[in-house]
């Protein structure tokens, strides 16, 4: 039997970012995994998460970074554009006067490098192959039986289990989901031209390829969110008619492409818990919210979460406050999901706005892209609050006023 704090449950990029913010703190903290303790090993780029600016302050601070810098690619350039019409827009770091738009980083890594800190941590404890099975609340705390039969006694409980929540199941939080109609296929391919820093996405009227640059220069990531039926197709191409498929949708903008390494494949489906907190548990990044990956921004929420969470436990405990106290939980709730609910918008408008191929839409779609290129204030807004730099942001993360100020002079 044991007592602790605060108990997260997965140790995923959220998880692990969670447990090294609230590791300074005055608390004793658990952190249970179902899967391996993450050892460190070189990146494959099977699974990579675009992290913008706000989330490398963020492993910057909690000195993540160093460690993950190494693999991870910086993109000086974004650019993104209509297959089949003269629509496209273009971003520069340049142009937003930033040293970069984001990096790309392998998602094994980013866990591993979290990992090698929380490791470091007196009072985090971590419970690796912990399967939870069972779950009480009472008015006082949160009981969890684990598989091995040890209780574990906390004042809040943290699901940071990803997607399939067990947690938000186990407690029938209520869940508004729906099925994007789309599958990812993630692969990395290699490039007969440079892709020079730039992170590339096309929009077809089935769905979006995206290109990520890695750190080798003639290397990208894909991710490309076609319908099922399709994907199923494109599964079962030999893996040289598959490269050639993606050179045809990526109109060769990296001259021919090699596959060189297993295509997975991913359905998607928007999640959305409508209550992100019960009693003493809380839900935060994909336990609460699963968004389409077209914009590279489902890490960056979960990330943001984590940190909010820490700021108002840290403002409660420098208070002389409740860690569990309901009015906090509550402003955690409030604040978080307004931001979550803006980008499951954001992306369905997205979404639906690229599908389709009829000839008025398109050409609307068009002009209204090129309209936006020439807007060099309405652009760096967009990118502001895409890349972390403007929004409700928890405060560790903001710019300071004086690189905000700057940032929101447009350049002519
Ligand atoms: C194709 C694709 C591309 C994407 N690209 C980007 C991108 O470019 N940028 C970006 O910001 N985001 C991107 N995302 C989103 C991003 O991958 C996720 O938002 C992020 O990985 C979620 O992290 P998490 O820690 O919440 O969950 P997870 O990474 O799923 O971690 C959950 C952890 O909990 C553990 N767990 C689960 N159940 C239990 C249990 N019962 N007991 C104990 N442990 C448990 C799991 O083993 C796991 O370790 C993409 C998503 C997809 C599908």
Redesign the pocket.
């Known amino acids: 039997m044991q007592h602790t704090d605060i108990t997260i449950?997965?140790?995923?990029?959220?998880?692990l970012t969670l447990a090294l913010l609230l590791a300074p703190l005055d608390l004793s903290i658990t952190l249970?995994?179902?899967?391996p303790e993450p050892e460190l090993t070189e990146p494959d780029f099977q699974?990579?998460?675009?992290?913008n600016l706000a989330?490398q302050r963020l492993l910057q601070q909690l000195h993540v970074w160093p460690g993950l810098s190494a693999h991870a690619a910086a993109y000086q350039h974004m650019s993104v554009w209509q297959a089949d019409s003269f629509g496209r827009i273009d971003f520069s770091a340049a142009e937003q006067q930033l040293p970069a738009l984001g990096w790309i980083c392998d998602?094994e890594q980013i866990r591993q490098q979290l990992y090698q800190q929380v490791k470091g941590c007196h009072n985090v404890r971590c419970l690796f192959n912990?399967?939870?099975k069972k779950l009480t609340q009472s008015e006082r705390e949160v009981v969890l039986q684990l598989s091995n039969d040890d209780l574990i006694f906390s004042r809040l409980l943290v699901a940071?289990?990803?997607?399939?929540?067990?947690?938000r199941e186990q407690q029938k939080m209520p869940l508004l989901h729906w099925d994007y109609q789309h599958h990812?296929i993630?692969a990395t391919l290699a490039c007969d031209e440079a892709h020079q820093a730039t992170a590339r996405q096309v929009f077809w009227p089935d769905g979006p390829l995206a290109l990520?640059p890695l750190a080798d220069p003639q290397r990208v990531s894909i991710?490309w969110s076609v319908p099922p039926e399709r994907a199923e197709q494109l599964l079962a191409l030999s893996p040289e008619a598959f490269a050639q498929a993606v050179t045809a949708a990526s109109q060769s903008v990296l001259g021919q492409l090699q596959l060189c390494s297993e295509r997975r494949r991913?359905p998607?489906r928007m999640r959305y818990a409508t209550e992100w907190v019960q009693q003493r548990i809380v839900l935060?990044?994909?336990?609460a919210h699963?968004i389409h990956?077209l914009a590279?921004?489902?890490?960056?929420?979960?990330l943001m979460d984590v940190a909010a969470l820490a700021e108002l436990i840290a403002n409660q405990l420098e208070a002389g406050q409740s860690i569990d106290q309901p009015q906090m939980l509550q402003q955690y709730q409030r604040w978080r999901k307004s931001e979550a609910q803006s980008l499951i918008l954001a992306m369905e408008a997205f979404k639906r706005g690229f599908s389709g191929g009829l000839p008025l839409p398109k050409f609307l779609r068009a002009v209204g892209m090129n309209a936006l290129n020439k807007q060099p204030a309405l652009k760096q807004k967009m990118m502001a609050l895409a890349l972390g730099n403007a929004g409700d942001l928890p405060k560790r993360v903001q710019l300071s006023a004086s690189a905000a100020s700057e940032f929101a002079a447009p350049s002519a």
């Open positions: 449950v997965g140790a995923g990029s959220a998880g249970i995994e179902q899967g699974r990579v998460s675009a992290l989330s998602n912990s399967c939870i940071a289990d990803g997607a399939n929540s067990f947690i990812a993630v990520l991710v991913i998607l935060v990044a994909d336990a699963s990956p590279g921004q489902g890490m960056n929420l979960g």
